[in-house]
């Protein structure tokens, strides 16, 4: 069965930078992109970028460019989200999904404090 | 950027009475291939989302067929036939047609 299983939480002050992990299982890695999405406590979805399993293409949200890098490895089918320059608005669990939103990883706390 | 606005924001429902969810998007979101990337997604509390519905109508692997979509260019309704006590939780509607994929607000759906 399809399983995406995120690293655990973290917590980070203003401006330092969190790379949270997505190791994905069931399936052939290279076959499907990966989405980031985030929600921030008591919110909705805000996507920031997608990268393809295949060949690494990337496509982030205009918000986030600049600030966050997507990256994969193919060897250990895991997927690498770095998002820098954090504000406490940044506080949010993160979330990976395969393809078109099919499967979801259990989410990662981010907790941005100083 | 497709905004995506979901009515109602709440729907306080009886145990075995139908729920009903629309979704209207800003602008058309058939891709030039002709699919239409719109979804449901279901959270319960303390849950990630669960995908429910993927194209419009077709239900994801293991959901209940009381859970229905319907729908085409910028309206969309997701339906649940007869509402069971696990249904309680958010519902998003989601369309991944555009870069940015984007998301309705949510709506919680509650037993009366």
């Known amino acids: 069965q399809v399983q995406l299983v995120q690293s655990g939480g973290e917590v980070k002050k203003p401006g330092a930078s969190v790379k949270v992990s997505c190791k994905a299982s069931g399936y052939t890695f290279t076959s499907y992109g990966i989405s980031w999405v985030r929600q921030a406590p008591g919110q909705g979805f805000e996507w920031m970028g997608w990268?393809?399993?295949?060949?690494?293409?990337?496509d982030y949200a205009q918000k986030f460019q600049g600030r966050v890098t997507m990256t994969t490895d193919t060897s250990t089918s895991t997927a690498y989200m770095e998002l820098r320059s954090l504000r406490s608005d940044d506080t949010a669990m993160y979330y990976c999904t395969r393809g078109w939103g099919e499967w979801w990883g259990q989410g990662t706390l981010v907790t941005v404090s100083s | 950027d497709i905004v995506m606005t979901q009515t109602p924001l709440s729907s306080p429902v009886t145990l075995g009475q139908p729920a009903s969810i629309s979704c209207k998007s800003s602008?058309?979101?058939?891709?030039?291939?002709?699919?239409?990337?719109l979804s449901w997604l279901q959270q319960r509390a303390g849950q990630p989302p669960r995908l429910l519905i993927y194209q419009i109508s077709n239900r994801f692997s293991g959901v209940p067929d009381r859970f229905s979509g319907s729908g085409a260019g910028t309206d969309f309704t997701l339906k649940i036939s007869r509402v069971e006590a696990e249904d309680v939780g958010v519902y998003y509607c989601?369309?991944?047609?555009?870069?940015?994929?984007?998301f309705g607000q949510g709506t919680k759906v509650e037993i009366k």
């Open positions: 990268i393809s399993g295949y060949n690494g293409n990337t």
């Open positions: 602008q058309s979101v058939v891709h030039s291939d002709g699919n239409t990337f």
């Open positions: 989601m369309q991944a047609t555009q870069s940015p994929w984007t």
